[in-house]
């Protein structure tokens, strides 16, 4: 059975904890199949900045490695965040909230550290 899980994130301090929680689950699940996508909304959209990002090795990494970074184009526009701002690796979502709901009435556990 494949798992599946989505990790939500919305305050700026928590991305640390959110990336570690994501890199101990891949590691956990090494040996089976996985969907993880992670969703920034409100204030936490600006680690996806080019410009001010603090974790942009370990986002581009984990691109890599197959895991859905998302942004919610609400909070973009709510923090005068232009697309073109933002590292090319992250999917624009029109609505964080509505993508945390879809995912979770798809099967995806949901995380929020």
Known sequence: MQMKVVFHIDEN????L???????????LSDKT???EIVANSV???????????FSK?????SEKGIHICACLNSLK???????????????????????????LCGYAYIKP
């Open 78 to 104: 709510g923090m005068q965040i232009e697309q073109d701002d933002i590292f090319e690796f992250i999917t624009i979502v029109p609505a964080g909230v509505k993508e945390l709901i879809d995912k979770q």
């Open 58 to 62: 370990e986002l581009k990494d984990l």
């Open 34 to 36: 996985f969907e993880i």
């Open 18 to 28: 959110l990336l570690s929680n994501v890199k101990n689950l891949i590691n956990e």
């Open 13 to 16: 301090d928590k991305w640390n």
């Open 44 to 54: 936490a959209v600006k680690e996806y900045l080019i410009k001010n990002s603090l």
